[in-house]
């Protein structure tokens, strides 16, 4: 009896513990369901070899021989050299070379890799480094998890741009600034000896896609994380991530000096101040002798920085450079700033600020720049900036956490967008100057490039609260690492990895994806519209508030509806933001007849009659994309819904009732933006669309005090 009982607990927990709760994120390595590929493999991959002993081989051999053992449902045995069918090593190494003499590239650097299957038959992965090993094994894992042929393998890869990093909003507290998948991953309070599991796991996932810097706090900085206590919690997550090629950055709250230093400024030509930092740098860099060097936040929207003393953002930057030079760091310095004070159209005003300043910041520094010149809206046009720093190496933000896109409730893969931005032409040296090329340094030769996604992982169970949030942290890995891979495969390769390999689930699922930005696009802020979210937490519609804290932070700001038309007029008639643009793609967005149509109300006040290329005029346009976002968002509904019983009951119900409320938003956005700008078009909603149904009134009346994230 009580072993029948003991027999049943077991069963429990072993059903329990097969139950997809996300967690494994694209590492899951189950058996291959297809059995002629399964066969395949099993047959030509029955032993491995690694040449050499370091943490990260070790870790990258563990991750083989889960994965393996996983994915072809038994042992793969470790061997000496002859005959195994893996080989695994430095290319400098002997074994390496003799397998196949002279066929490997050697310009890998140091984090590049080559998978080669031999005239034998060996599959060799080999790199000039441990860390480029350890990639190159992610990688052949991802082609047998993604039920590719290895009978062939001529692969290199090498990442195309050098630091590519994950932004952490993350508060001491373990509040997460814009967080929608529960508190911060880092647990301070039982840091540094307690070292949970999922370190370890965030580091795997990271490394899988190449990512190989995270900044563990908040932009919003908070001086303490510099304090002794906390640099050993800091070191402590720095030697869990270091096997796995990830670099710890700390953002600097720039009044530091005085809160934690006692002095009494902290103007960064002051000598105590910059000697203040220098202590600061050495004893960081004594605890972690590979530290990656700081973000920092400063005069942007209430943060300390070096105008409170009348300097610039180069004297900041080149201050806490001096400091970390030394030991090789770097200071990554944000360019996200503007000031209610300046009378001036908000898009321009980092150019204004920064623009002048090229060329003067130390060669370890980088400027951090956002995709687009306001904030992470849907769709931005390119921040002017990437065309106009030739002498200073400029870095891309994005972000993957869905502050302004719907946050964790709606199911947006952000790829499409992300390649939106790099493919986007900045003419600043003639045709294909693209931001890409800016970005990877190619452009104007910098010498140190990098790649920032603010992160979207909190410590949900399966990290990112909505399961396809995943994708988005994959994504933004994959294109850091090359961004020539195409949305299309990105996709395919998570959905794979995440879901299954079954055509029909990898196909709607695909589809579904490419689709979704698009979408959330037409039914939150089509044409051009942004900025018209909630005031503060940023949820759902609000282009009605007009008396924010600030005029910049007011959605009537950016709309600017009247009865005439609506949208921002940045021509030389309005703003003239467009000036900040290279003569080719400042004609384009300027003449309304070229403009494309989804970036109209950036650049135009356009009216309500004016004639579309669809035909209809503007107002029947601005309905149409609203309806036509809800209808497809409500077809992916049912898209959805047949795919049950090809995944998962657990993700297939999730993300089944996230769509559910996606759609109610969807409604929520469309009915409240075209109630509200048709108080001033007093054009009606055409009798083929179904009625808002609820009252203006209704809309501007919802309140989300505890709104996640803000
Ligand atoms: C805005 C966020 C705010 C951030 C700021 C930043 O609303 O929480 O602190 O950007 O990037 O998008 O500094």
């Not at 297809?34 to 990260?56: D, P, R």
């Not at 490039?449 to 410590?459: D, K």
């Not at 039914?523 to 051009?528: A, D, K, N």
């Not at 001033?680 to 919802?702: R, V, W």
């Amino acid at each position: 009896m009580i072993r029948s009982f003991h027999l049943f607990l077991m069963l429990l927990a072993c059903f329990f513990c097969h139950a997809e709760d996300g967690y494994r994120l694209w590492l899951r390595y189950d058996k291959i369901g297809n059995t002629q590929i399964l066969k395949q493999y099993q047959t030509h991959l029955h032993s491995f070899t690694f040449i050499g002993s370091s943490a990260t081989l070790i870790a990258a051999k563990k991750e083989l021989t889960t994965g393996l053992s996983g994915m072809l449902g038994k042992a793969v045995v470790e061997k000496q050299l002859a005959g195994s069918s893996i080989v695994i090593g430095k290319i400098n190494e002997p074994a390496i070379k003799a397998a196949f003499s002279n066929k490997v590239p050697v310009n890998l650097g140091s984090e590049g890799f080559a998978i080669y299957t031999t005239d034998t038959k060996t599959v060799v992965i080999t790199a000039n480094t441990d860390v480029a090993i350890l990639y190159g094994v992610f990688h052949f894992l991802r082609l047998l998890q993604t039920l590719q042929s290895i009978q062939q393998l001529t692969i290199t890869s090498v990442p195309k741009i050098q630091n590519r990093i994950l932004n952490h909003w993350d508060n001491l507290n373990r509040h997460v600034e814009r967080g929608y998948a529960g508190i911060s991953i880092w647990n301070w309070h039982t840091l540094p000896d307690y070292i949970d599991q999922r370190y370890i796991d965030y580091a795997r996932a990271n490394a899988s896609v190449g990512i190989n810097g995270t900044v563990l706090t908040n932009v919003n900085a908070n001086a303490l994380v510099l304090t002794k206590d906390y640099l050993l919690k800091v070191k402590a997550l720095a030697d869990v991530f270091r096997p796995y090629g990830i670099k710890v950055y700390l953002t600097a709250r720039f009044s530091a000096p005085i809160e934690l230093g006692g002095l009494k400024t902290a103007d960064p030509l002051d000598a105590g101040v910059k000697e203040w930092w220098k202590k600061k740098a050495d004893e960081i860099y004594a605890l972690i002798p590979d530290f990656g060097g700081f973000l920092v936040k400063a005069n942007s929207e209430g943060q300390p920085g070096p105008q409170n003393y009348g300097r610039n953002h180069a004297d900041g930057a080149n201050m806490l450079a001096d400091a970390v030079a030394p030991h090789n760091g770097i200071v990554m310095w944000r360019a996200f700033v503007y000031s209610n004070e300046t009378p001036e159209d908000r898009f321009k005003q980092a150019y204004n600020e920064f623009k002048p300043l090229d060329g003067k910041f130390r060669k370890n520094v980088l400027v951090q720049v956002k995709n687009g010149p306001i904030d992470f809206q849907p769709r931005e046009p390119f921040s002017p900036l990437f065309g106009a720093m030739p002498q200073t190496p400029l870095m891309m933000e994005f972000q993957i956490t869905q502050e302004y896109l719907g946050q964790a409730t709606n199911l947006v893969y952000e790829a499409p967008m992300f390649k939106e931005v790099l493919d986007a032409d900045t003419w600043q040296k003639g045709k294909g100057s693209s931001i890409a090329k800016v970005v990877d340094g190619s452009l104007h030769n910098y010498s140190i490039t990098g790649i920032a996604g603010v992160a979207n992982i909190g410590n949900d169970r399966n990290w990112t609260g909505h399961p396809f949030g995943q994708a988005n942290w994959y994504s933004f890995g994959r294109l850091a690492w090359d961004y020539d891979l195409t949305s299309t495969q990105i996709a395919d390769e998570w959905i794979k990895q995440t879901f299954t390999g079954s055509k029909k689930f990898v196909d709607t699922a695909r589809k579904i994806m490419l689709s979704s930005h698009q979408t959330l696009v037409n039914y939150m802020t089509p044409l051009g519209l942004h900025h018209i979210m909630g005031t503060g937490h940023h949820y759902g519609p609000a282009p009605w508030i007009i008396n924010a804290g600030r005029a910049d932070w007011n959605p009537v700001y950016y709309h600017r509806a009247d009865s005439i038309g609506i949208g921002f007029d940045r021509t030389i008639k309005g703003s003239n933001a467009l000036a900040q643009y290279a003569p080719e793609v400042r004609k384009s967005f300027e003449d309304i007849t070229t403009c494309p149509e989804d970036y109209l109300l950036w650049f135009h006040h356009v009216p309500w009659n004016y004639k579309m290329r669809s035909g209809r005029n503007l107002w029947d346009e601005l309905c149409y994309r609203y309806y036509s976002g809800v209808d497809s968002i409500r077809a992916v509904q049912q898209q959805w819904n047949g795919l049950k019983g090809l995944v998962d009951d657990e993700r297939f119900t999730q993300v089944q009732m996230l769509l559910n409320v996606q759609v109610k938003e969807a409604i929520w956005w469309r009915n409240s933006c075209l109630l509200y700008f048709q108080t001033f078009s007093k054009m009606p909603i055409h009798s083929q669309y179904e009625k808002p149904d609820q009252t203006l009134e209704y809309y501007k009346g919802l309140k989300f005090p505890f709104a996640p994230g803000n």
